[in-house]
């Protein structure tokens, strides 16, 4: 079973790209709020900060070539419909 995310049995899930995005503006928030502390450890922590950001960009960028790849292989999801997945199995 997801917790987030969408599938056969959670269809009022959300897509990951779109989970990475709210991540990514959440931590974005919370970098601008230490960004002129001079302090040596808010700098560290704002520099992990901007890491993670490349990263979950990273992420969401793969995401939506999955989600591009499904949608022109098999067209857009009925997973929210009771309808299959478009690949692998249900349950």
Known sequence: ??????SDVKPEGYK?????AA?????????EKIA?????EARHVLDNNVKILGLL???RRLAEDSTRTL???????QSEHGGPPRIGVAG
Not at 16 to 20: A, M, S
Not at 23 to 31: E, F, W
Not at 71 to 77: T, V, Y
């Open 16 to 20: 990951l790209e779109d989970i990475l």
């Open 36 to 40: 002129d502390d001079g302090r040596p």
């Open 71 to 77: 949608d022109k292989a098999f067209g857009p999801s």
């Open 23 to 31: 991540l990514s503006k959440d931590v974005l928030y919370r970098a």
């Open 57 to 59: 960009t990273e992420a």
């Open 1 to 6: 079973m997801t917790h987030f995310l969408k």
